[in-house]
């Protein structure tokens, strides 16, 4: 039996009368080598142990139970544990975990099924929670390593460098937590049902500390949203909702070319230091006027 097999998924799926779901992002992998790699690039030992998101059949599942020594596999369709039951047979080391991964206390989940163990992330994600759930895995701060699956334009945004095209908010929010880094690209006909677009494989290995310092990390991502908000708009312009209107235009002309930017400058251009430098400058001015 393959999982990848397209004929062998048919069969089984078939024999269980499983009908893909579009809402949960259900694409299977068809090609071995893409869970073999993924398995091979997540950075799990033999000793580490993981956590996937969405097993669907199985296939990656298979792999990382080969390389770790546990895998716990988060998965919300329950019409998949019949099927689930039959491909993990051979799998003494996986326990399948009916649940939303969005739902689910990782932090917690890690500490009851592995304590004192390393633990990585490992998925290949379902399209529709993408974003949300790269945040909730870095933000349980319970991996060594996050190693995912997502659209390829989601991919190249997730580690565009400041100015190009691509960078966004949460460019900033994922690098800002993690070292981010494209490990391969996946071509769409290596999934059933087929989408409509390819994907890639990202590495995110989550930082001990951020790579810049911030006294107010709710007033740092509030200018990087606000600025990327109205993106076309100057700074200047983009980020007064930040500071719940406290600054007229004049006063955030003066922040912003204080921090020896200029006051044309639009938030895509700035760096991770850039929004960090106009945070700390902002608090500063902020406890001056009694606002903090
Ligand atoms: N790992 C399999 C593979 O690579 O062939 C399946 C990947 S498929 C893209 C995504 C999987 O995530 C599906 O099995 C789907 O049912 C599951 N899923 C969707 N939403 C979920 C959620 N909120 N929490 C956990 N699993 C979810």
Redesign the pocket.
């Known amino acids: 039996m393959g999982?990848?097999d397209i004929q062998d998924i048919k069969e089984i799926l078939g024999r269980h009368g499983f009908r893909f779901?579009k809402a949960?992002?259900?694409?299977?992998?068809?090609e071995a080598w893409?869970?073999a790699r993924i398995a091979a690039e997540c950075g799990a030992g033999e000793d580490d142990c993981v956590v996937?998101?969405?097993?669907?059949?199985?296939?990656?599942?298979v792999e990382l139970s080969q390389r770790a020594a546990q895998v716990a596999a988060?998965?919300?369709?329950r019409a998949?544990f019949p099927v689930l039951d039959e491909t993990l047979a051979g799998c003494g080391n996986v326990e399948v975990i009916q649940?939303?991964?969005?739902?689910?206390d990782l932090a917690a989940l890690c500490r009851e099924k592995f304590p004192g163990k390393t633990v990585y992330a490992c998925?290949?994600?379902?399209?529709?929670?993408t974003s949300p759930?790269i945040s909730a895995l870095l933000d349980s701060g319970a991996f060594a390593g996050v190693t995912v699956?997502v659209q390829k334009e989601v991919a190249e945004r997730i580690c565009a460098p400041a100015g190009s095209s691509d960078y966004s908010a949460f460019s900033i929010y994922v690098q800002y937590h993690a070292d981010a880094h494209i490990l391969f690209d996946v071509p769409r006909d290596c999934?059933m049902p087929q989408p409509k677009v390819d994907s890639a494989v990202i590495r995110l290995t989550p930082r001990e500390k951020p790579p810049v310092e911030v006294e107010d990390e709710r007033l740092f991502f509030a200018i990087v949203r606000a600025a990327f908000n109205q993106r076309r708009k100057t700074l200047v312009n983009a980020i007064g909702t930040a500071f719940g209107g406290r600054f007229d235009k004049a006063q955030l002309t003066e922040l912003v070319t204080f921090c020896e930017l200029d006051e044309r400058v639009r938030g895509e251009r700035l760096s991770l230091a850039d929004y960090a430098r106009l945070t700390n400058a902002a608090c500063t001015l902020m406890r001056t006027r009694g606002y903090l």
Request: with cysteine; aromatic share 10%; charged share 10%.
């Open positions: 999982l990848c779901s949960l992002g259900q694409n299977f992998l068809t893409v869970p996937e998101v969405g097993p669907g059949m199985g296939c990656l599942t988060i998965e919300l369709d998949l649940g939303d991964v969005l739902k689910t998925a290949n994600l379902p399209y529709y929670i759930a699956m999934f």
